[in-house]
């Protein structure tokens, strides 16, 4: 059952555009969400999150929104740079199991310059 | 560099083996937490350790064991491998027993193939 999902296998978008990445979730529970990023041989990095009691984070380029009413979010990338392409990765945690992330598969973004 | 180490990087072991990963978290982190990433899913949370104890369980078989030592490495124990056990197995780490408002540090992974 996946809790977490991300519907987008891969994005392609020019440098210097938006990139808006979405991820879904189904648990009502869920109190904070992060965005991880990963390089092809590394672990996923963290990047930015948000509490449920926010609807907006931002850091630098990264921003991610949540809408608690549809339980959706995104990542919007301003403006997309080639060290950009990664695979993002949402995650979220449980009020009730705050020991633990549930991943959705994650986004491969490609920047092209 | 997320500070936590994962060894060894690759591991190619065949069906019916016995393998055992381990991961050194942060220095000062007290929390290690291993996840399995298969082919085009995404991490599956398997077990927590916070300062030596058992924390959390996932979805971890019967047929895995992990633990954490005095010295707060830990290691993933995987025996009678299957074909299907052939994954990316992540280690993270963080500093308090539960998340909190923290995220937590992963390593590089170990990459298993089983065959």
């Known amino acids: 059952d996946q809790q977490v999902k991300q519907n987008s296998p891969s994005l392609s978008v020019q440098e210097g555009r938006i990139s808006i990445l979405n991820c879904d979730y189904t648990?009502?529970?869920?109190?904070?969400f992060l965005w991880y990023k990963k390089y092809p041989a590394e672990g996923p990095t963290f990047l930015i999150s948000?509490?449920?009691?926010?609807d907006k984070n931002e850091d630098g380029r990264f921003t991610v929104f949540l809408n608690k009413s549809a339980k959706h979010l995104s990542l919007h990338i301003v403006p997309s740079q080639p060290g950009d392409s990664a695979v993002y990765f949402c995650?979220?945690?449980?009020?009730?199991?705050?020991?633990?992330?549930?991943f959705g598969t994650g986004t491969r973004l490609t920047v092209i310059p | 560099d997320s500070g936590v180490t994962q060894t060894p990087k690759h591991l190619i072991t065949a069906t019916g083996q016995r393998v055992t990963l381990r991961c050194s978290p942060r220095?000062?982190?007290?929390?290690v937490y291993w996840y399995q990433q298969s082919l085009d899913q995404g991490l599956q949370f398997l077990i927590q350790?916070?300062?030596?104890?058992?924390?959390a369980k996932g979805n971890i078989l019967e047929r895995f064991s992990a633990q954490q030592f005095p010295d707060l490495h830990s290691e993933l124990n995987l025996s009678s491998l299957e074909l299907g056990d052939s994954a990316l197995y992540f280690c993270?780490?963080?500093?308090?027993?539960?998340?909190?408002?923290?995220?937590?540090?992963f390593g590089q992974g170990t990459r298993l193939t089983v065959v």
């Open positions: 350790y916070y300062n030596g104890e058992e924390r």
């Open positions: 220095s000062g982190d007290l929390s």
């Open positions: 993270a780490s963080s500093v308090r027993a539960t998340l909190g408002n923290t995220e937590a540090f």
């Open positions: 995650a979220a945690r449980s009020q009730t199991g705050a020991n633990n992330l549930f």
């Open positions: 648990n009502s529970m869920f109190d904070y």
């Open positions: 948000i509490s449920s009691i926010k």
